[in-house]
């Protein structure tokens, strides 16, 4: 690794920015648990041939499916490290049937003094990143020691991209040996960050998916709505459609699943403003004639979908991304998303293609989406038929994944 003069002063300045916020950040809430591993007054990793690193949930769920893809034909000492409490516990779940020796710790702090110190110990051939993460002290430290590094399920937003490349002259020195990305947008972001030929490998998150499920029988005579991973910034219009929808159908039963549990009771209130009748579903059946179940436990989305007849998939009426419309239609209904999904573009255009998600550029193009599918309900069948192709033609990544990650290691012995 080339380091120029300013990149030497950029992890001068890093380190000291890591010193300052070391005190405050192991006595924050999020951080806190783990805190002596992560500034590694606890040890308790070794040696290891594969370092994977998992950010939080969903790259755990990802890290699983790498290690139980790699075969077992070498068995390896890999280490797993994560920042996140529920991100650990699922990397604790049983790996016995890997074959592999698997250690699970958290991720030290990006601090370049402790990450030497960290990889004295661990020296790994190879260190895999899941996603975006890319922290620059550990990087650098495995360039310098000539160790390789290999980016997976790679995806980067426009808005993440404009940021990195303000240090465009660091990212291009601490480039990985390979890249794999998982849509042909963040491919050209991560070619252009590190100046280095990227390749496009479909998403792993595809490989965890099984077959579409949905319920044929009737289960109630009350048409079910079903409003998904609604946020903040869009309740204002959630509530809009909420009103109309039931203006035009009275007796439509609406699942309101709010992104975040502490805005619970701002929906309690804003309902009851409108003297909308709701219930909370944590009481139990309560009034089955309320307009709205406000979804104030875990866990219960997917039996929902199974159920709706429609769904509204929040986090796309504001610029906010979108959530997993997938989930919906893998579950036998059709979703209906605002403008905003770029967080889901490595989806493909199919999706809107060939009718598995309906999107509209505003509000009331929403509405007409969701008075339409109410009023023209999709046989289900025909859905899990296009969901179930979809999937199958999107499957394979883990494995053309893990077939990159041998070859580095075997380049790495």
């Known amino acids: 690794m080339k380091e120029t003069f300013l990149i030497r002063i950029f992890f001068a300045v890093y380190q000291l920015v890591w010193f300052c916020a070391t005190p405050f950040l192991i006595r924050s809430k999020r951080i806190k648990d783990g805190a002596a591993e992560r500034i590694l007054q606890e040890i308790n990793f070794g040696k290891a041939d594969l370092w994977i690193h998992a950010a939080s949930v969903g790259e755990a769920y990802l890290a ?96 993440s991209f404009n940021g990195y490349k303000k240090l465009g002259s660091l990212w291009k020195s601490l480039k990985p040996d390979t890249i794999l990305a998982i849509s042909k947008e963040d491919k050209a ?27 044929t029988e009737n289960q109630s005579d009350r048409r079910l709505l079903v409003l998904a991973s609604i946020r903040k910034e869009e309740e204002a219009h959630v509530l809009y459609l909420i009103e109309r929808l039931l203006e035009k159908f009275p007796e439509l039963e609406i699942g309101l699943f709010p992104r975040h549990m502490h805005r619970v009771e701002s929906w309690t209130g804003m309902l009851s403003e409108k003297k909308i009748s709701w219930i909370l579903k944590s009481t139990g059946p309560g009034d089955l004639s309320c307009s709205v179940v406000i979804w104030d436990v875990f866990g219960e989305l997917i039996n929902a979908y199974r159920r709706a007849d429609t769904a509204f998939v929040g986090g796309s009426l504001a ?44 509000r009331e193009e929403v509405l007409q989406l969701l008075v339409d599918s109410l009023q023209t309900p999709v046989d289900k ?33």
């Not at 790699?70 to 890997?98: A, C, V, Y």
């Open 189 to 215: 972001r991560f070619t252009a960050l590190f100046d280095l030929d990227t390749h496009h490998v479909a998403n792993m998150k595809f490989d965890r998916m099984e077959k579409c499920q949905i319920i």
């Open 381 to 413: 069948s025909l859905i899990q038929q296009k969901a179930d192709m979809y999937i199958g033609l999107k499957q394979g990544g883990s494995s053309k994944t893990c077939q990159y990650i041998v070859a580095l290691l075997e380049e790495s012995k």
């Open 64 to 159: 699983r499916q790498l290690v139980q893809c790699l075969g077992n034909e070498r068995q390896l000492d890999i280490l797993i490290t994560t920042n996140t409490l529920q991100g650990k516990s699922i990397l604790e779940k049983d790996f016995s049937k890997s074959g592999h020796r698997i250690i699970i710790t958290y991720m030290v702090f990006d601090n370049p003094s402790l990450i030497k110190k960290a990889l004295d110990v661990i020296d790994p051939g190879l260190l895999v990143l899941i996603e975006l993460e890319i922290w620059p002290a550990l990087m650098a430290e495995m360039k310098r020691r000539g160790k390789k590094i290999i980016i997976v399920n790679g995806r980067m937003t426009e808005k």
């Open 319 to 362: 610029p906010l991304g979108g959530q997993n419309f997938i989930e919906a239609f893998m579950n036998g209904v059709v979703p209906v998303t605002g403008p905003s999904n770029f967080n889901f573009l490595w989806a493909g255009d199919e999706v809107i293609r060939d009718g598995l998600v309906r999107r509209g550029n505003n």
